[in-house]
């Protein structure tokens, strides 16, 4: 079974484009091969109802998936990653497109 993050991004495209580039070469321990991004697609009606849920305005959405299931433990680890890439108040984190994830949620 495929575990996803859905990531919502306030950021403009080119800025989302460039967050994921920069992460890609900075965290090459994640994302080369445990964690895998997917391109990054303008947000649907269905996800921008979804990220209302959450008191967030998304634009653009990607997916992490978790590639290595005996990584899935860094989840949380990805989303501090992440918010930090993007900024807190710019990305939202959303397990299976349903919960949000924070790096809280790390496991040890």
């Known amino acids: 079974?495929?575990?996803?993050?859905?990531c919502h991004s306030t950021l403009d495209k080119t800025d989302v484009e460039k967050a994921i580039r920069l992460l890609s070469i900075q965290r090459a321990d994640l994302f080369s091969y445990k964690f895998l991004?997917?391109?990054?697609?303008?947000?649907?009606d269905v996800d921008e109802e979804i990220a209302r849920k959450f008191g967030f305005r998304s634009r653009f959405v990607f997916l992490i998936r978790v590639n290595d299931k005996n990584e899935a433990h860094r989840m949380g680890e990805v989303v501090g990653v992440l918010r930090k890439a993007f900024?807190?108040?710019?990305?939202?984190?959303?397990f299976e497109n349903e919960t949000e994830v924070g790096p809280e949620h790390?496991?040890?």
């Open 1 to 6: 079974m495929a575990i996803d993050l859905v």
């Open 87 to 94: 900024g807190p108040q710019n990305v939202l984190v959303l």
């Open 106 to 108: 790390q496991s040890s």
């Open 37 to 44: 991004i997917s391109k990054i697609l303008d947000s649907d």
